[in-house]
């Protein structure tokens, strides 16, 4: 296959999966949450139309003609998928495939159901990718290496992928710019980047930015219209949980009946709870930001007016070019020799 025929098969696979039948989605959703307690079907939903925004054809051939289109050698490329959220993995499998190297798959055990689904869909599509697509328990052949996990396990990584060429990504959140100016409209964005898929991606906001004296109530209220995430039988355990915690331990927060907020130095919270920091200027605020720069993955704010930051609800929908731990995957395979 050429470049221009796997960007087909890629831009195909888009509009297959804009145009995915309801019953077939449900069905899918099913199986996944089988498997997935937190893949249900609103996140697997979310998730399948994150693909299809990915692959939009004009976006996605501005992006592939940025690099060169065949490799200068065919590579396997093991890559250690995460699990958090659903098809998270996707986008690794489209840069190593559009680059024309092998992928070598290691899915992760939580969301097994959905990947191997998408490489079926792709190759049903493009049967030529069968011969590019491994899907193996170990990565022992390979020659370069994409992993994605945990600090703990980034240091795992590092390891035994140290000697080869390797991109190795940690955790990362993501943080949200309030000022107080803005209004019920603009804050009921926020709560797709806090509440999609529950708060387990790295796109999730964990942690709120406000001026000193910030009144929560008008994000409390704003926020409302989320609530349904309770229904979610192990978001409410954790909500229960997390409450319980800080009414034992005494420990001031906001409590608008479905999530928590409280003040707290740490970057990344508990699932149901979003942490804030105070703020005292807009110099203290970009030390802050950028005390935390490395292990953030983006930032929000109403309108993305903060320099830098991207309009509140847009963190869950991110372009094509937009890479994990904002490191361009596709450069680093076109640099491998």
């Known amino acids: 296959m050429n470049h221009a ?20 989605l449900t069905t899918l ?9 937190w893949f249900d079907e609103p996140s697997v939903t979310a998730a399948v139309a ?40 996707f986008h690794d499998m489209l840069c190593v495939l559009l680059s024309g190297h092998v992928l070598q798959a290691k899915l992760s055990a939580s969301d097994t159901v959905l990947m191997t689904w998408a490489i079926e869909g792709l190759t049903r599509l493009e049967p030529r990718f069968a011969d590019f697509i491994q899907v193996l328990p170990r990565l022992n052949e390979a ?6 996990g ?7 990584f590092e390891f035994y992928f ?45 942690k709120l930015f406000v001026p000193e004296g910030y009144d929560f109530v008008p994000l409390l209220d704003a926020l409302q219209v989320c609530e349904g995430v309770l229904n979610h039988h192990k978001y ?7 409450k319980s915690i800080l009414l034992v331990n005494r420990v001031p927060h906001f409590d608008n009946g479905f999530f928590l907020i409280t ?56 372009g094509v070019a937009e890479y994990a731990d904002r490191v361009d995957t596709m450069e680093f395979l076109a640099q491998l020799p």
């Not at 025929?5 to 077939?24: C, H, K």
């Not at 959703?29 to 307690?37: G, H, L, M, P, T």
Request: with cysteine.
């Open 5 to 24: 025929e796997r960007l087909a098969a890629f831009i195909a696979l888009g509009q297959r999966l804009a145009t995915l039948p309801a019953d077939e």
């Open 29 to 37: 959703a099913a199986r996944a949450r089988n498997q997935n307690a």
């Open 50 to 89: 994150g693909i299809a925004h990915l692959l939009a054809e004009e976006p996605l051939r501005r992006w592939a003609a940025r690099y060169p289109p065949e490799p200068t050698t065919v590579h396997r490329i093991g890559v250690v998928m995460a699990g958090n959220i659903p098809l998270v993995g």
């Open 143 to 148: 020659e370069a290496f994409v992993a994605t």
């Open 150 to 156: 945990s600090d703990n396990t980034a240091r795992y």
């Open 162 to 206: 140290g000697k080869k060429p390797h991109l190795i990504r940690r955790n990362r959140t993501s943080v949200a710019v309030l000022t107080g100016q803005e209004t019920s409209a603009e804050l009921a964005l926020l709560g797709p980047d806090i509440f999609q898929y529950y708060g387990l991606g790295c796109r999730n906001v964990s």
């Open 236 to 242: 409410n355990n954790n909500y229960d949980y997390n």
């Open 263 to 318: 003040r707290d130095p740490k970057l990344v919270s508990p699932i149901s709870m979003v942490y804030y920091a105070e703020y005292t200027s807009e110099i203290d605020l970009v030390d802050q930001l950028t005390d935390v720069a490395a292990q953030t993955q983006c930032v929000v704010s109403a309108g993305g007016r903060f320099a830098g930051s991207m309009p509140f609800g847009q963190a869950q929908s991110p």
